[in-house]
């Protein structure tokens, strides 16, 4: 395709082409030409050649860079950046292309420093070019933990209206998937500066600076006032927000601390600056200590038990102990990433008193036979707490003496809280009764369920008082309190309001209510949306908003991920005489996916068919999701209703089969094999036609979760934005 003459110059010199590289056209065109063919390595290579006749031209400087990070060559990207940035410093491209390049080195700071001047400087002439580097950085700076950094750039490209509003939605998602911390995911605003203030001229220029998204300006401002304004909340939480944006989390979590000191009069904006600063400080160092980190341990099988019918006897042993379990596991996997797989793979359950009762999972143990490289060995992987338990158990059945394997800081850590989250006890398939579940009675995974939730909660209540926790300086939570420090209250605060499972709400609540923290009261707002902050929308009084505002504040806390708020909104609009179908559905959707036990979920799903009624929509997703409880509750009149159901009312709405078959594959139902055994008949053509269901089968919802469109039922990362859907949709 010809090149215009008059379009802007590729290198970001913001010349036309025609009075900036016309003698190069030529040259260009053939580079488009290699790219539109998919050569890009061809392209890269004729660019170089071009820039050895040619030096210093920023098309082709420009075209070499983004060449060389479309090849993944890093290094070379950098020094190329570092080429065009030298010789053409205030080029907008050439900032924005070295920013890339040091995101990508793991330079963060220096890559938010980099693109703040090339937003600058390019005004309001920003470029496709310009458009794809401030994705590149979002998708890096989310990966990387620097969330301020990534939600700063959507917010800007918002703010301009630069790309379409589905490319800012998906970076929006982008953000959201890798995790936004709870107590960052609420924009605050800069505040004006008070009236009688004698810094007001300096203050609303730096004002000014950074919201025109001149950040640099501003920060530089705003650090300046510090000496001038020490005392000001409005001085400190301007710079805050400008720290954030510019991934400096240090600087911003020790504004944020001053913000929290200054205003200690107001309880609840000084708990969520402190929330704001222990998040930032995560954020600047993920590695604090004391942290609890993923270990593995290996130790040599003797050479008698490795030989013969050793490992035969051996897991023989480990077969009868109580204490152990055999897990499944896909040697394809191991052997398509080139390791040798395991001989067999255990779950190793804690031998304390309630191990008889449940017995709470400490680590997973590989068997390892003799291979040409590697000795006969056993292999414990976990928490390290964990593990050294687990070493005991396995100690008493083997003579092996384990050792730590080095793993290069490549295991994960986690904090103390998300250590005790994350417990795990032994799963006894429950015996589902042959006449089925009783109506109004919780079925057998439904008692299961809650035998693991208790122990689950009793522990977390007993051992989080006394444990020492990152965010609390290494302080346990109980010392923190004794000390006046706010940030247990912060993180209890978050818990309660962003929590996405009731039990664990409700365990949040039990623990302030434990550590001796006063309740939180409720706040009266008839416009809580622009009045409340997100952390305490679950506390507003819903009884005086009206119908909109109500509505509104459902949908924003659903969509933020500030479940408790949504919850008593869904509630409170379901109480409401006038409330439409589709807002009753909307509700009800949310208040199912959040439900917890069998019972709960069949009166919300009884309630959401008669609005589907109503609507006279497809109620087919509907059978879907209550075939999947039916399932777990062994009703089998109920789930024989349903599939005749779906036979006679769905069978040639494939989206719909497919979910059934997920649904009766998740059950254990072979259908691909039954299928097979009837010559292509059976369960897979009576449902759904020909062929076998299982074939790219749609993923289904959770237990627990209503399907929708696009979304496949399931519940978002944490942070991630919520799609309600509504019949017609």
């Given amino acids: 395709m010809p090149i ?3 379009a802007a110059c590729p290198g970001g010199t913001g010349k036309k082409i025609k009075f900036c590289c016309q003698d190069l056209v030529g040259e260009l065109e053939q580079v488009e030409r290699l790219l539109e063919g998919e050569q890009v390595t061809a392209a890269l290579e004729q660019v170089e050649r071009q820039l050895a006749k040619t030096p210093g031209r920023a098309c082709l400087l420009a075209t070499r860079t983004k060449l060389q990070l479309a090849t993944r060559k890093f290094v070379e990207a950098a020094a190329g950046s570092a080429e065009f940035l030298a010789a053409f410093p205030a080029n907008p491209l050439a900032l924005g292309q070295a920013a890339v390049a040091e995101a990508i080195n793991s330079r963060i700071q220096e890559a938010a420093g980099l693109f703040d001047k090339a937003r600058e400087t390019a005004g309001s002439e920003i470029g496709p070019e310009m458009e794809r580097i401030a994705a590149t950085l979002v998708q890096v700076a989310a990966q990387t933990g620097h969330t301020g950094f990534a939600q700063g750039i959507v917010e800007w490209l918002s703010d301009a209206g630069i790309g ?11 953000v959201g998937s890798a995790g936004v911390p709870s107590a960052l995911r609420a924009r605050v605003p800069f505040e004006s500066c008070p009236e009688d203030s004698p810094w007001r001229f300096e203050f609303d220029n730096g004002l000014k600076a950074a919201r025109e998204w001149r950040l640099g300006k501003a920060l530089t401002t705003f650090r300046s006032l510090k000496k001038l304004a020490g005392q000001s909340p409005e001085v400190f939480t301007n710079l805050a927000r400008v720290c954030e944006l510019l991934a400096l989390p240090y600087e911003a979590a020790e504004a944020w601390a001053t913000v929290a000191k200054l205003r200690h009069a107001d309880h ?23 942290v609890i980190p993923l270990i593995r341990v290996a130790g040599p099988l003797p050479a008698e038990v490795a030989s013969g019918d050793g490992l035969d006897l051996l897991e023989d042993r480990f077969r009868k102990d109580g204490r152990l379990e055999p897990a499944p596991f896909e040697r394809s996997e191991w052997v398509s990433r080139g390791a040798v797989p395991p001989r067999s793979v255990w779950r190793v359950y804690d031998a304390g008193p309630e191990a008889a009762k ?28 964990d593990v050294q338990d687990a070493e005991g158990v396995v100690a008493g059945l083997t003579t092996v003496t384990f050792e730590r394997l080095k793993d290069g800081g490549k295991l994960p850590l986690a904090t103390p809280t998300t250590w005790l989250l994350s417990t795990q006890f032994r799963m006894v398939t429950p ?16 008692l299961l369920l809650d035998v693991q939730r208790e122990a689950l909660w009793s522990r977390f209540d007993a051992l989080w008082p006394d444990t020492p926790l990152p965010e609390l300086l290494g302080k346990t939570p109980r010392q923190a309190i004794a000390d006046g420090d706010p940030r247990v209250e912060a993180l209890i605060v978050e818990g309660e309001a962003t929590s996405r499972r009731p039990d664990a709400t409700d365990a949040w609540i039990r ?19 622009e009045e409340v902050p997100p952390m305490r929308w679950h506390r507003v009084a819903l009884e005086g908003l009206d119908a909109a505002e109500l509505r509104g504040l459902f949908l924003m806390a659903a969509d933020a991920g500030f479940d408790l708020a949504a919850e008593r909104a869904a509630t409170a609009i379901l109480a409401r005489p006038d409330a439409a179908p589709e807002e009753r559905w909307e509700a009800l959707s949310f208040l199912e996916e959040r439900a917890q036990g069998s019972v709960r979920k069949l009166e919300i799903i009884a309630e959401l068919r008669a609005i589907v009624a109503e609507l006279k929509a497809n109620d087919g997703m509907i059978d879907v999701t209550e075939l999947r409880i039916r399932l777990q509750r062994g009703d089998q009149a109920e789930t024989m209703r349903l599939l005749d159901h779906l036979r006679r009312e769905h069978s040639r709405d494939a989206r719909i089969m497919e979910a059934v078959a997920e649904v009766l594959m998740e059950a254990g139902i072979d259908l691909p094999g039954l299928a097979a055994a009837r010559a292509g008949g059976g ?8 062929g076998s269901p299982g074939a790219g089968a749609a993923q289904a919802a959770p237990a627990g979760g209503i399907w929708t469109p696009g979304g496949g039922g399931q519940a978002p990362p944490q942070g991630e934005k919520k799609a309600i859907w509504t019949p017609g949709s």
Avoid at 268 to 290: C, F, H
């Fill in 683 to 690: 369960a897979a053509t009576t449902l759904g036609g020909s």
């Fill in 268 to 290: 609840d904006t000084a708990v969520e600056a402190t929330g704001r600063a222990m998040a930032l400080e995560t954020e600047a160092d993920q590695d604090r200590s004391p």
């Fill in 431 to 446: 015996a589902v009764p042959t006449a089925g579940t009783p109506p109004g009675e919780l079925g057998p995974l439904d």
């Fill in 164 to 174: 379409t509003p589905e490319d800012r939605q998906m970076l929006a998602s982008v």
């Fill in 511 to 529: 623990m302030r209510e434990k550590l001796g923290l006063r309740a939180a009261a409720p706040i009266a707002s008839t416009n809580p949306l």
């Fill in 4 to 6: 215009d003459p008059y």
């Fill in 358 to 385: 449940l017995g709470r999972l400490l680590a997973t143990l590989l068997v390892f036979g003799r291979q040409t490289d590697r000795e006969a060995e056993l292999v414990l992987q976990g928490f390290q707490p």
